[in-house]
């Protein structure tokens, strides 16, 4: 065990502390330094590199491929922007380690938090014990025991692998898998067309890999607005990615020339649909709660409803009053930034002030080509939930900004309150979308009403403006659109 702090030798007992975290991802590394900052005697443990699944196999790292092919996207079209440029290539390992140098340096960064900010980290396994005591065992020694006062649990989360024949076989990997290739396979074959599955399809599909994405809804992206996913799916296909939705992957075997072979068949009728063959096959179809070997369950931390992720009130806390649960494996929201929001709700808790989540306005962000984020209703929930809105919708193809960037694809789409004028959602799709988000995220939580969205100068030439429009196309009408 790599031990910090004076946390001792095999088989001792340390403590008490204040709170004892268990998992050191955007939850729990944040709620660490929160609580920390104020006074509280700290102890983290982690069984990996802090950062978690975010920084480490998720977030982070994909976002840095996805640089590498916005970049390789943008000299292969640089002949639009009046440029030539010639004998622009791939090379895989070196987009890879660059990917990997952007994980270690923001690794190294929240080390240093950790230390700046007097949190003690144990490196190891933490389980429970009982109620007050989490054990860490790092390789073949001994555990140690740490005795704490309050218990937050942050063990996030790992990916799910469908009950189908072939699984298991060496051709199938999993997103972390899919981070740490050495090589770009000539085909590859997506199982799921969520956003873990859609993000990838667009970093290889951009980096020359033939790309096959077997959804089994109607939509790829599942939860977006249908017009969203439109836009999404669109432009999949122009990247040269190939999608079948309603289908359902039942087996994956061994094809010709030693490839795997997908089969699947219409999730509909049960008609098989001619295979796929690809060198690497990647699942993602979803992630569950990481329970395993945590103890929780067994020291009577109760479930949730579906048995999936930690039973929590609005507080984080579970039903044994001084153990908090944070993150994916609350199974709540499987976003970092919604887990850090919850570590500082925990922390607020455990330090006597009253806190409650809200779960209003948590953005997404999802980094497809078009981006998509989105934040509060969706025009679909609201249309399910029978609210009287307000559709207030602007193009990027008339923003000045967009169209001088040469990306001028998709547009803004804001709810408001039809009696309030309130804006209580919005989607985006299009340059920027997820930096964007922000300005919808802050009318949402705030209640602000489309009017004063409206009335906000916004600077021109600017992406935001569509978000200033679309606000403007819910009240009376959009300034620069001839409806
Ligand atoms: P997901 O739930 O978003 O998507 C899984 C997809 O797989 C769904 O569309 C589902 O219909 C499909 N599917 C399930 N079984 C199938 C089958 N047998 N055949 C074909 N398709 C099947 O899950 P994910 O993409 O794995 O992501 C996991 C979690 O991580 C999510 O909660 C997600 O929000 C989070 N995440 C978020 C981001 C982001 O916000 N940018 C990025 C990565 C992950």
Redesign the pocket.
């Given at each position: 065990m790599r031990e910090r702090d004076g946390a001792g030798g095999a088989g001792s007992v340390h403590g008490p502390y204040d709170i004892a975290v268990i998992g050191g991802g955007p939850g729990g590394y944040v709620a660490a330094i929160y609580a920390a900052r104020q006074g509280a005697k700290v102890v983290l443990v982690e069984k990996d590199t802090p950062g978690g699944t975010c920084l480490n196999r998720?977030?982070i790292p994909?976002k840095a491929l996805i640089r590498t092919t916005e970049v390789y996207k943008l000299m292969q079209e640089a002949g639009r922007y009046g440029l030539r440029v010639q004998g622009v290539e791939v090379d895989f390992k070196r987009a890879m380690a660059r990917k990997d140098r952007v994980v270690n340096g923001l690794v190294k960064g929240v080390e240093t938090l950790l230390a700046k900010h007097g949190v003690t980290v144990v490196h190891g396994f933490g389980r429970l014990v009982d109620g007050e005591t989490v054990a860490v065992k790092a390789g073949e020694g001994e555990e140690t025991l740490l005795k704490a006062r309050h218990i937050i649990l942050a063990t996030g989360?790992e990916?799910?692998t469908?009950p189908?024949p072939g699984a298991a076989s060496d051709a199938v990997i999993d997103?972390d898998q899919a981070l740490e290739l050495d090589e770009l396979p000539e085909a590859m074959v997506i199982?799921?067309?969520?956003?873990?599955?859609?993000?990838f399809a667009f970093i290889f599909a951009r980096l020359g890999v033939k790309v096959t994405v077997?959804?089994?809804?109607e939509q790829?992206?599942?939860?977006v607005d249908e017009d969203v996913a439109q836009e999404v799916f669109r432009s999949a296909r122009t990247a040269g990615i190939k999608i079948f939705t309603k289908?359902?992957?039942?087996a994956i075997h061994q094809g010709e020339g030693g490839r795997a072979a997908v089969v699947?068949e219409d999730?509909a009728t049960g008609e098989a649909l001619p295979e796929v063959t690809a060198d690497k096959v990647l699942m993602?179809?979803?992630?569950r709660p990481l329970l395993e070997g945590l103890g929780a369950v067994e020291i009577g931390v109760e479930l949730d409803a579906e048995g999936r992720g930690i039973k929590v009130n609005d507080r984080m806390q579970t039903n044994v009053p001084n153990i908090y649960a944070i993150g994916?494996v609350t199974a709540k929201?499987?976003?970092?930034h919604a887990a850090s929001t919850q570590g500082l709700v925990a922390v607020d808790n455990i330090l006597g002030r009253d806190s409650l989540m809200d779960y209003s306005a948590v953005p997404?962000?999802?980094?497809t080509d078009p981006e998509i984020a989105s934040v509060g209703v969706t025009e679909k929930e609201a249309a399910a939930d029978d609210l009287n809105i307000r559709v207030g919708r602007f193009p990027f193809a008339a923003n000045g900004k967009a169209l001088a960037l040469g990306n001028s694809r998709g547009f803004v789409k804001l709810i408001a309150d039809a009696d309030t004028g309130a804006i209580i959602g919005g989607s985006i799709v299009g340059p920027g979308a997820?930096d964007l988000i922000g300005e919808i995220t802050l009318a949402v939580q705030h209640r602000l009403t489309a009017q004063q969205v409206a009335r906000t100068i916004h600077a021109h030439p600017t992406l935001p403006e569509a978000i200033f429009e679309a606000a403007w196309a819910a009240e009376s009408g959009a300034l620069h659109l001839a409806e």
């Open positions: 998720g977030c994909t989360s990916p799910v469908l189908i997103s199982i799921g067309g969520g956003v873990i599955g859609m993000e077997i959804e089994y809804l790829i992206l599942p939860p289908a359902r992957v039942i699947f999730a993602a179809v979803g992630r994916d929201v499987m976003l970092a997404n962000a999802i980094f997820t």
